[in-house]
């Protein structure tokens, strides 16, 4: 396979650029997330897009743009290229008149998006020797941490909130991982990780708090950009936790232009975040570049139930350089637009992506998405992972079956 283009690090508020690839980190000297820097001029005149895109199989044929050096060290388990579906059905329901497209990462191992970083952070941990990691999550990323630990052998602590949808939690473990549910949330499960760094010996995976999982994420806009022809949609939404995925997005673009891929046109950029946790969308409307803390963070929804995030400042530049926005959906709302998707057009769609299916249908209201917008909704996860409302009515097949009943 090819190699990584990567030449460094820098610091995302300061740009100090001395932070070496090929080094363990963590977060800046600003206490900030460092970006990986790739060769984008030479890689420009090596390899063509069409020849990457032509390679088979999923994120890993973006290997000149991720980090990792050896072949040895890629973590794989079968990745694919996720769908892209037409949802006009929904699109109608929703108020929106022009194009409707879901991405589907629940197709990814581990059913979540969560896999592209993890892929990418664990194969980055075996290949700088790292043996023992710790993070914590509100549910998917443990599950793929779990997974690509497990098949490199590495000793994998999680610490999540104890509400954290169960099948996450079970399914962690039987990949491999030590797991504990923790009475906070997953700032709280942070701290647990962060204290115990000197004792346990363990690294710090936290989402942006290490730089490569967001390099990971990052392929899912190389691969929709692809899939769409090289021509970015008008507008996408994303459910928004941490933001990794909105920030690796953006990168992701500003790439594909240094290398002739795309144009200049960005999609507007929409972060979508539950009314009982929106630290990101609060500070969109009150013109802030930095969050504070949200208290009492509740939503079902848990991989948005992130109450402050390291990473704030860059969510917020690119929603605003977007020209998109942050918004806060009601909790009953997203779980009726979840069985409105869900019923109308047979497709499943996690609570968290649900909610962007009505921060559409704001947009579409108060006008800043247009009729002829084509729109690009993130499916985060497989909304199985989640407890379902149990509407099933049940029969006695010791009584006769009153057929007329059924209707
Ligand atoms: C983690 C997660 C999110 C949020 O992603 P960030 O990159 O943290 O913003 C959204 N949806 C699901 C299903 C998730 O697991």
Redesign the pocket.
Known sequence: MPKSYITHLECSLTGKRDYAAGAVHNLSEAGRPLLSRYNLESLKSDVSKEEVWARPGGFWKWRELLPVQEDRNVLSLGEVETPLTRLDKAAAIFGHKGELIVKDEGHLPTA???ARGLSVAVSMAKELGLTRLAMPT????GAALAAYAGRADLETFIFCPDDTPHINVEEAALLGAKIWRVNGYIDDCGHIVADGIEKMGWFNLS?LKEPYRLEG?KTMAFEFAAQFGWELPDVVF?????????IAMWKAFDEMEALGWIGSKRPKMVAVQAAGCAPLAKAFEEGERFATRWENAYTRA???R?PQAVGDFLVLDALRASGGKGIAIEEDEIFDAQAAVGSSEGYMV?P??AACFVALQRGVNDGWVAPTDKVLIIN??NGLKYDMPDSAGTLDVSQPIDFDGLL
Not at 138 to 141: C, F, L, Q, R
Not at 238 to 246: E, N, Q, R, V
């Open positions: 979540s998006f969560k509100n549910g998917n990323a989402t994420k994303f459910p928004t936790g941490g933001g990794t995925a909105l848990a991989g948005i992130v996690c968290e992506a985060s996860g």
